[in-house]
């Protein structure tokens, strides 16, 4: 596909699981951001990587959330233990380098009951 | 202080009206700005980027960048009521290492 590629599209869990999303950068792009959006939010900064650098973790809220970003390419989001106020739409994003036009995946809507 | 601010609105303005979006940043060495527009329940989509000091015009949409007052708009003439979404405004970071996103200004346009 031509475009950032999120899975799933919807997630619903129990409180207290952990729960994996996933992000399919364009490919050839180095940089890759994931934001968290609740519901009439603006975009909350949750990571960045760009090329082989150490990834920006400066957004992550809390220890239960980690991504990692294999071969520069395909990033996992992580959650341990989900809580109910993790619920909200994830968002990826991958630009061609760290400043520039960034293209968004269509997001995972994450609901934790 | 937050290193994007927008005004988060909402903004609303009839239609076939102009409608000026606001952003001011704090790193004075951003040197690339850019416009989203997000749908309800969709991804944010980029309408505009701007670069230089001075106006870029792009059909109804016209940005504008200060960067002695850190000041970046979005103006919209003859506003529709397609128009009406959250505007996000983005910019680099100095080193242009990252981009960094604004709150968003919702914005309304009434038939």
């Known amino acids: 596909g031509a475009g950032v590629s999120q899975s799933p599209s919807n997630k619903v869990t129990e409180k207290g699981k952990d729960v994996e999303l996933r992000c399919d950068p364009i490919s050839g792009h180095t940089a890759l951001y994931w934001y968290r959006q609740s519901l009439g939010q603006g975009l909350e900064f949750l990571i960045y990587f760009q090329g082989n650098s150490a990834p920006d973790k400066s957004g992550l809220p809390s220890d239960r959330f980690s991504a990692e970003r294999t071969g520069g390419s395909v990033s996992t989001l992580t959650i341990q233990r989900t809580q109910q106020e993790d619920s909200a739409v994830y968002l990826c994003a991958s630009s061609l380098e760290g400043n520039t036009e960034a293209f968004f995946g269509q997001g995972t809507r994450l609901t934790v009951v | 202080q937050k290193e994007v601010e927008q005004n988060s609105g909402p903004l609303s303005v009839p239609e076939g009206a102009i409608a000026s979006l606001n952003c001011t940043y704090s790193?004075?060495?951003?040197?690339?700005f850019f416009w989203y527009r997000q749908y309800s329940g969709k991804s944010p989509e980029l309408i505009m980027f701007?670069?230089?000091?001075g106006d870029k015009e792009d059909g109804r949409f016209t940005a504008q960048l200060n960067k002695a007052s850190q000041y970046v708009s979005l103006l919209i003439r003859d506003s529709q009521p397609s128009d009406s979404a959250t505007y996000l405004c983005a910019g680099g970071n100095t080193g242009g290492f990252k981009t960094i996103f604004g709150a968003g200004t919702r914005l309304f346009v009434k038939a």
């Open positions: 790193d004075r060495g951003s040197q690339s």
């Open positions: 701007i670069y230089s000091n």
